[in-house]
């Protein structure tokens, strides 16, 4: 596709259940970037991945949060047990290489109740 | 000291006035680096790149100063349309994207 795309869009999921957030990078951009961000405040980053090396889960908040990124392109970011902390816009991005531009996805709008 | 600084605003200016904020970043070798707008509830878009040499689009100028390690981002002519949050964003050489939380500029009419 020409952009970022990520599904779904919105998300309402009930406390306790598991969420899948999956999002579809700009074709043949090698880095891809997942983001959380509360109602009025900064990005807060959670992963990212470059081509074949490990992914920095440096971000990551606890072990209830995991995320794959298949054959170098789509991602998904799974939260197991979801609590209603987990509640923010979850955005990802993707580049071309070292020092280009970061292309945002709309976002996933996830609430938990 | 968080890796890259903004002030938060709300920045309040009235229609036409020139404004001006800065980020600050604490990696000295920090190579690249940007400037991104994000209305509300929307994602963060683009807004301009920073070179060396400084550069200029429009209405925007984009500065780096990297002596004292920050750069600027300076909007003439203000619009009511401008109103939005202005990131920074720091790029260390590898693949790692450090993002200020954002200043908060408000146009009044």
């Known amino acids: 596709g020409a952009g970022v795309s990520q599904s779904p869009s919105n998300k309402v999921t009930e406390k306790g259940k598991d969420v899948e957030l999956r999002c579809d990078p700009i074709?043949?951009?090698?880095?891809l970037y997942w983001y959380r961000q509360s109602l009025g405040q900064g990005l807060e980053f959670l992963i990212y991945?470059?081509?074949?090396?490990?992914?920095?889960k440096s971000g990551l908040p606890s072990d209830r949060f995991s995320a794959e990124r298949t054959g170098g392109s789509v991602s998904t970011l799974t939260i197991q047990r979801t609590q209603q902390e987990d509640s923010a816009v979850y955005l990802c991005a993707s580049t071309s290489g070292v020092g280009t531009e970061a292309f945002f996805g709309q976002g996933t709008r996830l609430t938990v109740v | 000291r968080k890796e890259v600084e903004q002030d938060p605003g709300p920045f309040n200016v009235p229609e036409g006035a020139t404004v001006a904020f800065n980020c600050t970043y604490s990696n000295s070798a920090s190579q690249s680096f940007f400037w991104y707008r994000q209305d509300c509830r929307k994602e963060p878009k683009l807004l301009m790149s920073?070179?060396?040499?400084?550069n200029e689009d429009g209405r925007f100028t984009a500065q780096l100063n990297r002596a004292s390690q920050y750069i600027s981002l300076l909007i003439r002519d203000s619009k009511l349309s401008d109103s939005a949050t202005y990131l920074c964003?720091?790029?260390?050489?590898?693949?790692?994207?450090?993002w200020g939380a954002g200043t908060k500029l408000i146009i009044k009419p």
């Open positions: 991945f470059q081509g074949n090396s490990a992914p920095d």
């Open positions: 074709s043949g951009h090698t880095a």
């Open positions: 964003v720091v790029n260390g050489g590898n693949y790692q994207l450090i």
């Open positions: 920073v070179y060396s040499s400084g």
